[in-house]
């Protein structure tokens, strides 16, 4: 996929895991075109798998 979007801040998290180093960087695609960018997944089939269950989420990939 590629490109990435609007980098969340930490203060907007609510999973610990989030807040621990490593993991990936997740990139959600919302119908309104928005791309948002989540680091420090831990879990991104899981996390990639919740986001796409949402109504206004179109896509969502591992960030290369």
């Known amino acids: 996929m590629g490109g990435g979007g609007f980098k ?3 203060q907007y ?3 610990d895991l989030s807040f621990r ?3 990936c960087t997740v990139v959600v695609q ?3 075109g928005r791309r948002y960018e989540y ?3 831990k879990y991104p ?3 990639i798998a919740a986001a ?3 109504s206004n989420v179109i896509d969502a990939w591992v960030k290369d």
Request: charged share 40%.
């Open 30 to 32: 919302e119908t309104s």
């Open 39 to 41: 680091d420090k997944i």
């Open 45 to 47: 089939g899981k996390y």
């Open 8 to 10: 969340v801040g930490q």
């Open 13 to 15: 998290r609510t999973n």
């Open 21 to 23: 180093p490593g993991g």
């Open 52 to 54: 796409k269950r949402k």
